[in-house]
C-alpha cells in the first residue's frame, strides 16, 4: 500500500484520468474530492462490498433456479 501526505487542497493523481483532492480536513473526518471520467465508478468502499455480495447472491439464484427449471425439464 502506498502511504502519502497531503494538506488541504493537495491532490493526488491517479494515472492520467483520475485526480484526487483533499477539500476539508474536520476532526477524524476528510472529504475528498474525486475528478475521474464518468466510466469509472467510484463508490465507498461498504457500499462497493454491499454490491459485491449482493450481485453474488443474485448469481447463485439464478444458478439455483437454472438447476431447478433444468430438474423439471421445463428449458
Not at 483533499?22 to 469509472?40: C, H, R, T, Y
Amino acid at each position: 500500500m502506498l502511504v502519502l501526505t497531503r494538506k488541504k487542497n493537495e491532490a493526488i493523481q491517479i494515472g492520467d484520468e483520475i485526480e484526487i483532492t483533499v477539500l476539508e480536513m474536520e476532526g477524524d473526518q476528510i472529504k475528498l474530492g474525486i475528478a475521474a471520467p464518468k466510466s469509472v465508478d467510484i463508490y465507498r468502499k461498504e457500499i462497493y462490498l454491499d454490491i459485491q455480495q449482493q450481485n453474488n447472491e443474485a448469481a447463485n439464484i439464478s444458478k439455483d433456479l437454472l438447476e431447478l427449471l433444468k430438474d423439471k425439464n421445463i428449458t
